[in-house]
């Protein structure tokens, strides 16, 4: 088994930046990829990015492109997502996972409990 915790989200105004965090333990974290998802009220749980075992690959949202970093330590147990030029619409609740590496939240067995991220305009 494996538990997953979020941690430092936040309120920040449009155009700035937060870091969340995914801190991990139980089964050894480099077995598993981690994703990061995100859920606004009424509205479905979307895909925001995806780290690979070793961290060699990434995967992002076409809405998060270019502004969201996903990285990881081993060493720490840890996920990062580094969230720049935040929007808006970027608020929900976000999710971290841990599973095999892909846009689906099928295919992640573990999930933390979730971290709001409010951007005023």
């Known amino acids: 088994q494996v538990q997953l915790v979020e941690s430092g989200g936040g309120l920040v105004q449009a155009g700035g930046s937060l870091r969340l965090s995914c801190a991990a333990s139980?089964?050894?974290?480099?077995?598993?990829?981690v994703g990061w998802f995100r859920q606004a009220p009424g509205k479905e749980r979307d895909f925001v990015a995806a780290?690979?075992?070793?961290?060699?690959?990434?995967g992002y949202a076409n809405s998060v492109k270019g502004r969201f970093t996903i990285s990881r330590d081993n060493a720490k147990n840890t996920v990062y997502l580094q969230m720049n030029s935040l929007k808006p619409e970027d608020t929900a609740v976000y999710y971290c996972?841990?599973?095999?590496?892909?846009?689906?939240?099928?295919?992640?067995?573990?999930w933390g409990q979730g971290t709001q991220v409010t951007v005023s305009s």
């Open positions: 996972a841990a599973g095999t590496y892909s846009t689906s939240p099928d295919d992640y067995a573990y």
């Open positions: 780290i690979s075992r070793s961290g060699d690959f990434t």
């Open positions: 139980g089964r050894a974290f480099s077995n598993y990829a």
